[in-house]
């Protein structure tokens, strides 16, 4: 009898813990596979940025976080708060453009404050055939009035400014800029009792240098990450800089070669509208062209800027302060295979001017430039001058910086490194910390 009752309680038991026992097994199970379809590195969470459906590039929905970096931005002063404030602005020109072609490509013009080159490339993009059908967005560095007038005054497209509220530029007496105490040039921080971290060839930072970098990297995350017209799209973004002629057919080349990129050429990641060599005209032949990313009229979707983004880490650590230089030395190697940018045999952009970003900022050491850029635009300019039936030419041979490079230096304070990581998170990041 006892046994009997025994061999109940037992069976009872295994009644009510089964249903259990599957639930925990389920649970195992999911989580398994959800880990197994998603392998991360020890210490790095990845995290969805975007809803289901909103973009549809698998690879772009996720983002590559450091679960032990805390983000901490500097505290902001009164004009960068205001501008701040600017950048949630709709574009202007809505009235005259109220309607943004379906297959367009959102053009970023980044600017400083070299005015007089801002005017030739402003009125260089104004005769380019279909720049009313895109967004153009102009991101400054820091607030300049007349660069501002420059940009206010644009009438030939949407257009929508942006200002980098955490430039060196708008903070005169505190970090970024210039704080009390900090360290300047080759000073011993233990003989003049002044902070801050030398660079690998001993120099301490200057906020004018490193404010390029800074800028490129807030604009970036911004575009792709915070601003309300961009966090969403899913095409591809052509960036260019105030020292950059845009040649009538740009807007319509460009299209071109994103269109063309996938079947022709898919392992190049990005399009260019110039050779990486700035002097070179390009060769003029009847095929496309492969080779190197170059900082002339350059464009990528945000697949690529999903793998940029997960070497912020990298980006932010190596010791120079240009941010071109830094993608080829640091970033793009670590892809692990030749990144290449396709463009046409013939230029649809070019460098102008002898004023260095840096030089055009100053107080007293302010380069002046009052040359006109010119360029004799021939007619097979004035149009798209590729065709689809051309074959790609692939430049292996990669000149200029590349891995292994240590960098020009400029970049060796932790202060500029933990505020470069920090723009990598703010968007993803809501306890962000300022202080």
């Known amino acids: 009898m006892a046994l009997h009752r025994r061999n109940r309680m037992k069976d009872s038991w295994f009644r009510r ?4 026992v599957l639930v925990i097994v389920s649970a195992v ?3 398994i596979f959800f880990l197994r379809s998603r392998v991360v590195p020890h210490g790095v969470q990845i995290s969805p940025s975007y809803k289901k459906g909103e973009n549809p590039a698998s690879e772009a929905e996720f983002v590559v976080l450091d679960s032990n970096f805390k983000p901490k931005l500097p505290k902001q002063n009164e004009v960068s708060l205001s501008l701040e404030q600017r950048n949630r602005l709709p574009p202007r020109n809505l009235d005259r453009f109220p309607n943004l072609a379906k297959d ?6 980044y600017v400083h404050n070299r005015p007089q080159y801002l005017q030739v490339v402003v009125k260089s993009l104004s005769q380019v055939e279909g720049i009313g059908e895109t967004l153009l967005i102009v991101s400054h560095d820091g607030y300049f009035s007349e660069m501002d007038e420059i940009i206010r005054s644009i009438k030939f497209c949407q257009v929508k400014q942006i200002f980098a509220p955490y430039s060196p530029h708008l903070f ?9 105490g900090d360290c300047r040039d080759k000073d011993d921080p233990l003989e003049k009792k002044c902070k801050g971290n030398k660079d690998q060839y001993g120099n301490h930072r200057s906020p004018k240098i490193v404010s390029l970098k800074h800028h490129w990297w807030w604009m970036m995350n911004t575009i792709w990450d915070g601003l309300k017209e961009t966090k969403r799209f899913a095409g591809h973004i052509l960036f260019i800089e105030e020292d950059h002629y845009i040649f009538p057919n740009a807007y319509r080349t460009i299209q071109l070669l994103t269109e063309l990129k996938p079947r022709k050429c898919p392992e190049c990641c990005a399009v260019n509208l110039a050779p990486s060599d700035v002097n070179s005209k390009g060769e ?3 095929s496309l062209m492969a080779e190197k990313v170059g900082n002339i009229g350059y464009a990528f979707n945000r697949t690529i800027w999903r793998k940029i983004h997960a070497k912020a880490k990298e980006f932010c650590s190596f010791d120079e302060y240009n941010w071109d230089i830094t993608m080829w030395a640091t970033v793009y190697p670590s892809f692990g295979s030749p990144v290449y940018s396709l463009r046409g045999p013939r230029r649809s952009a070019a460098h102008f001017g002898k004023c260095g970003l840096h030089q055009g900022q100053g107080l007293s050491t ?5 040359s006109n850029a010119s360029f004799n635009i021939d007619e097979i300019d004035r149009i798209p001058n590729i065709k689809s039936d051309w074959p790609v030419h692939i ?5 200029g910086y590349q891995a292994g490079f240590k960098g020009w230096g400029g970049w060796g304070d932790e202060r500029d490194r933990e505020l470069c990581l920090s723009f990598a998170y703010m968007y993803h990041v809501k306890e962000a910390s300022s202080g």
């Open 17 to 20: 813990a089964c249903p259990l």
């Open 172 to 180: 005169t007496d505190s970090f970024p800029g210039v704080s009390p």
């Open 395 to 399: 430049i292996r041979k990669q000149s």
């Open 29 to 31: 199970l999911v989580i």
């Open 366 to 370: 302010v380069c002046v430039d009052n």
């Open 284 to 286: 003029g032949w009847a």
């Open 104 to 109: 367009h490509i959102t053009i970023v013009l």
